[in-house]
């Protein structure tokens, strides 16, 4: 049976979960407590009342959905000044129902929930997709076991998940799982600053090292713009300063030298339950990351193995950028394969034969190592 915690009523408001107006009843309540609760729903937003009111007929609704109204929506009765009042400051006992309701976390494995704009933050976590059953069907392989009152999951739980989205804190405007939030990081686009000639993502603090770097190409392309132009100008100028710099390079680089980080190793957990979820057919797909300036690159990983995989045999597909061709070194465990000639990898690139499926381990981590770059297309 599961200990549900209780909280005292306090004079604090209750914290409104991120990003929505509140929880529907079958999202979070359990199932002992929710014919109580449904005397609780607010009949505006149909979810479990938050900061409630209570109206001069006795009706109960969240204090931001009832701040508009003129009237009762329920009853229709006109609101004159001082009709609403804090449920916490006219009837206690109520409140008291309100905060003790057995809840669980809206990201348990039972839990309705959707959370919001989770395609938009697909990016920066591990998603099954390739699924052909209804999303409200599928079964969790990431879930919060929490259980406890309203008011602790308001007040307290809320701001420790690790499952629940939160903005990034870098200011980059994407709605990121808390528990996410490091594996974000190298892919925040606050992290990235454009190069104004080759327009590449450079890491901020590494745009003299890439100016450096793509000397070459970033001649080429002020070549390529100061003869569309047919004037000297700025542009002859930089290219000057340019060709000056190249003078000192100890020698020309075809191939420039690849900065760091040319190596990115994703780790994927909890592999008895992904390999339970993921059966042939479906992929795991990873956060998008940036190798030496390029990308993003995604690995879609099939622990099971795609379609037309070998029985007991595992599959890895890479896509990256369309305008790099490069070659490319994958290991999982003891298993590897390094590509003998460049692709291109805008379209995804795949190792049908890869490694075998992984047994009795609980997290697979694949390495990707880009090796060499051969050239840039010119449409970028």
Not at 222 to 249: F, K, P, T, V, Y
Request: glycine share 6%; net charge neutral.
């Amino acid at each position: 049976a599961h200990q549900w915690a209780s909280a005292p009523v306090s004079s604090i408001a209750l914290v409104r979960p991120t990003s929505q107006m509140g929880f529907k009843i079958d999202e979070i309540v359990h199932p002992d407590s929710r014919g109580i609760a449904q005397q609780f729903e607010c009949c505006i937003c149909m979810c479990v009342v938050n900061e409630p009111l209570q109206t001069v007929c006795d009706h109960i609704f969240c204090a931001e959905c009832i701040s508009t109204c003129l009237a009762c929506p329920t009853c229709r009765t006109a609101f004159g000044d001082g009709a609403c009042k804090p449920l916490r400051d006219c009837n206690r006992p109520l409140m008291r129902m309100i905060h003790n309701l057995q809840v669980w976390c809206p990201y348990h494995a039972e839990s309705k929930f959707v959370p919001p704009d989770e395609d938009e933050s697909a990016d920066d976590t591990e998603i099954v997709e390739d699924v052909d059953e209804p999303a409200a069907k599928r079964k969790r392989v990431d879930s919060c076991d929490w259980a406890g009152s309203y008011s602790d999951l308001l007040a307290k739980h809320l701001a420790m998940c690790q499952h629940h989205f939160v903005p990034c804190p870098r200011g980059c405007g994407r709605q990121v799982r808390r528990g996410g939030l490091e594996a974000h990081a190298p892919v925040c686009a606050k992290n990235f600053e454009t190069c104004k000639l080759c327009h590449e993502a450079v890491r901020v603090g590494d745009m003299s090292q890439h100016r450096q770097d793509k000397a070459e190409l970033h001649v080429q392309l002020l070549e390529a713009r100061l003869a569309e132009r047919g004037d000297g100008g700025d542009l002859q100028r930089s290219l000057d300063r340019i060709h000056e710099r190249l003078a000192n390079l100890e020698s020309a680089r075809v191939q420039p030298s690849l900065p760091a980080p040319s190596i990115w190793r994703w780790t994927v957990t909890n592999m008895p339950a992904r390999l339970a979820a993921t059966p042939k057919g479906r992929s795991i797909v990873s956060p998008g990351a940036y190798l030496c300036g390029h990308g993003p690159f995604k690995m879609k990983y099939y622990p099971n193995g795609n379609s037309q995989a070998p029985h007991g045999m595992s599959s890895l597909f890479c896509e990256g950028p369309a305008y790099l061709a490069a070659r490319m070194r994958f290991s999982v465990g003891d298993w590897s394969q390094s590509s003998r000639r460049f692709h291109s990898y805008g379209s995804a690139q795949g190792y049908r034969l890869g490694p075998p499926v992984p047994i009795a381990v609980d997290s697979v981590t694949i390495v990707m190592e880009l090796l060499q770059i051969e050239a840039f297309s010119e449409t970028r």
